[in-house]
């Protein structure tokens, strides 16, 4: 069964992503795709769907969408406050929006980017294999008031389902691995970069972000020695004015200043969602550790479905229920209670 969702408001950062078009880099197109790929894999794990359909990735701001027909949703990615017809729903969790009810999404509480999920996907039309709009290559646009999404079949039928929520949203550490010219820098910069609290800065957006500190630049040795060549989503490049930049999924694909360092893609959701002003260090791993980081990580989002919980649970299979306080407010009879 297919149908269609068609944006009523929509903020100025929303538009569709998937996993991105990966095999375009020597045509000068970077991957792009959704900017946290795990939240992709949650709504595909509330869902019991495929992590690369399609969905509505929403920079900072939701917007109002309705449904043409009952359509199963889910709610993933920064949280943001939305409602249906009114009624507040949870967040990292899938519902059924009814044939002419009203998503409202509001603002991200923390974070950045939010995910609004539907059965079957989004059916925008695929261009180099993917669905994604990618808006520094041209391709696609931004979702406006008045566009109809049209959905995939979706034999799916459950709702109703709960994801926990991490803590990826209020900036962090995260792991890096040593890049081609880490080695320009002197081990005491390497050292400085290490130990310094950053804060997110302000200009960022889907190619990537600055990170700022109080301190004084990084500077490399050599740094007129390098040449432009490829670069990728977690490269650290440090610019002219020693500030250090993080190129997220649509980045370019050549530069010429010197990379510190490369965030191992793990810990790319974490950055991705930090808002401007969230504080964020950095640590060099072993590339050995974030082989393996990345194959736990793998697996981790394998069994995200497993992890679903019922947002309403039934009395019968909870083996704690007479742990809870069942009975609350008991009154005689007798009194007067008006």
């Not at 149908?3 to 197109?29: F, H, I, K, M, N």
């Not at 795990?38 to 109002?64: P, R, T, W």
């Not at 939305?82 to 507040?88: K, L, P, T, W, Y």
Request: charged share 20%; net charge negative; proline share 5%.
């Amino acid at each position: 069964m297919t149908s269609t969702l068609t944006v009523l408001r929509a903020g100025p950062g929303v538009s569709v992503q998937d996993g991105g078009r990966p095999g375009w880099l020597e045509y000068g197109v970077s991957r792009g795709g959704a900017a946290d790929r795990l939240a992709l894999a949650e709504g595909a794990a509330l869902l019991s769907q495929d992590a690369d359909l399609a969905a509505v990735e929403m920079a900072g701001m939701g917007g109002e969408f309705q449904a043409g027909s009952d359509l199963r949703i889910a709610l993933t990615g920064a949280p943001m406050r939305a409602s249906i017809d009114g009624a507040a729903v949870a967040w990292n969790a899938s519902h059924m929006l009814p044939a002419g009810a009203r998503l409202a999404i509001g603002a991200a509480r923390s974070g950045v980017y939010g995910y609004l999920h539907v059965g079957g996907g989004i059916q925008t039309q695929e261009l180099l294999g993917a669905r994604s709009a990618h808006l520094a290559a041209g391709i696609g646009s931004p979702l406006a008031e008045g566009d109809e999404l049209h959905t995939g079949p979706d034999s799916g039928r459950t709702t109703g389902l709960g994801l926990a929520a991490d803590d990826r949203f209020e900036g962090g550490t995260v792991r890096v691995v040593a890049s081609l010219q880490t080695a320009l820098f002197p081990q005491a910069e390497l050292e400085r970069f290490e130990g310094t609290a950053f804060r997110r800065g302000a200009r960022g957006n889907r190619m990537g972000v600055p990170v700022k500190s109080d301190g004084g630049g990084f500077r490399p040795d050599g740094a007129r020695t390098v040449v432009s060549e490829v670069i990728v989503p977690g490269d650290i490049q440090v610019t002219g004015d020693g500030t250090p930049y993080v190129l997220l999924s649509e980045c370019q694909t050549t530069g010429g200043y010197p990379r510190i360092g490369t965030v191992v893609p793990c810990d790319l959701p974490l950055l991705a969602q930090a808002a401007a002003g969230a504080e964020l260090h950095f640590r060099f791993i072993p590339l050995e550790e974030a082989v393996e980081l990345e194959r736990v990580e793998a697996e981790r989002r394998e069994g995200l479905r497993s992890q679903c919980y019922p947002l309403i649970r039934d009395p019968h299979t909870m083996t704690n229920l007479l742990s809870y306080q069942l009975i609350s407010g008991a009154i005689a009879g007798e009194e007067d209670v008006l």
